[in-house]
């Protein structure tokens, strides 16, 4: 099992981190999805050290080993990356975001532009709060907006009954069974059909959960709130990955945020869906970012 570290926040807090790649490469924050954890960057694990980039996972507080931080906003999460990244001795670095990992680079690229390289976005999530119609959600984020808008307390017992069915791990003749009933694009699937890959995805999710319910609602409540600034604010160079096919974030939304970003490089992949493409194509989004 891979070593997992701390770092001292101001007022005793801690964060988990783990690493992966090459110890000594191109620094890369990795920002992980919802509901996931830091393992989530096991998919970077053998292209990042095949092209010499250093990937640092943080847990978000509240996830895991990481410690719970009452009503924290997006705005907080900058000066976590800081203290992080001071703690390791780096000062520029980058930062590659998976879906719901995506608010947090955008921060962090707004708030520390002087050390922030570049950014990589990756099916990702969009300001929530801004949309007019939320049809291109995923059903189910849908319902959890509406819900918690309307009946947070609900939301929250909901999150405590789900988290012992959520934490556990299922056996693997159940697999193809549970792939079924995620109802995935075929895309999506497929690619879940590794063994290697569908623990990278799914035992970060479980981890996450195993931490506690508040942790995973803590992390959820950020999307249903204004972020606190505006993608105008993101000046540093962002790359942009969206399949064709994503089911969470539709692609029409994905291209509005492209339109957004001062500086942005979008890709739009045709056949690729929300698991697929960053399990697909790590490789060529890791190039492109390190040559940023």
Not at 15 to 29: H, I, L, S, W
Not at 229 to 246: I, K, M, N, Y
Not at 263 to 278: E, M, Q, T, V, W
Request: charged share 20%; net charge positive; with cysteine.
């Amino acid at each position: 099992m891979r070593k997992e570290n701390f770092v001292q926040l101001q007022g005793g807090a801690v964060v988990a981190f783990q690493e992966y790649g090459d110890a000594n490469g191109v620094p890369v924050v990795f920002c992980h999805g919802w509901p996931s954890s830091c393992t989530m960057a096991q998919l970077t694990d053998e292209p990042a050290r095949e092209l010499g980039v250093r990937i640092i996972s943080p847990d978000r507080p509240g996830i895991s080993g990481s410690s719970l931080q009452h009503d924290r906003k997006l705005a907080d999460w900058p000066h976590v990356v800081e203290r992080l990244l001071d703690h390791l001795g780096i000062g520029g670095f980058r930062m590659l975001a998976i879906s719901g990992g995506a608010p947090y680079a955008y921060a962090t690229a707004a708030a520390m532009p002087d050390r922030v390289r570049a950014i990589a976005i990756v099916c990702g999530a969009i300001p929530m709060v801004e949309l007019v119609d939320a049809r291109g959600l995923l059903p189910l984020y849908r319902w959890m907006l509406a819900l918690y808008r309307s009946r947070p307390q609900l939301l929250r017992r909901l999150f405590c009954m789900a988290r012992p069915i959520l934490a556990l791990r299922p056996p693997i003749r159940l697999r193809p069974l549970l792939l079924k009933m995620l109802m995935l694009r075929p895309c999506d699937a497929e690619s879940l059909r590794d063994a290697a890959t569908f623990e990278a995805i799914f035992e970060s999710q479980r981890r996450a959960w195993r931490g506690s319910a508040e942790g995973v609602m803590a992390d959820a409540q950020i999307y249903a709130r204004p972020w606190g600034f505006s993608l105008e604010d993101v000046h540093v160079p962002a790359r942009l990955w969206h399949g064709t096919q994503d089911r969470a974030f539709s692609v029409h939304l994905a291209e509005e945020v492209a339109k957004r970003l001062p500086n942005c490089k979008a890709r739009f992949i045709d056949n690729a869906g929300h698991y697929s493409l960053p399990i697909r194509h790590m490789r060529e989004i890791l190039s492109d970012l390190i040559s940023c």
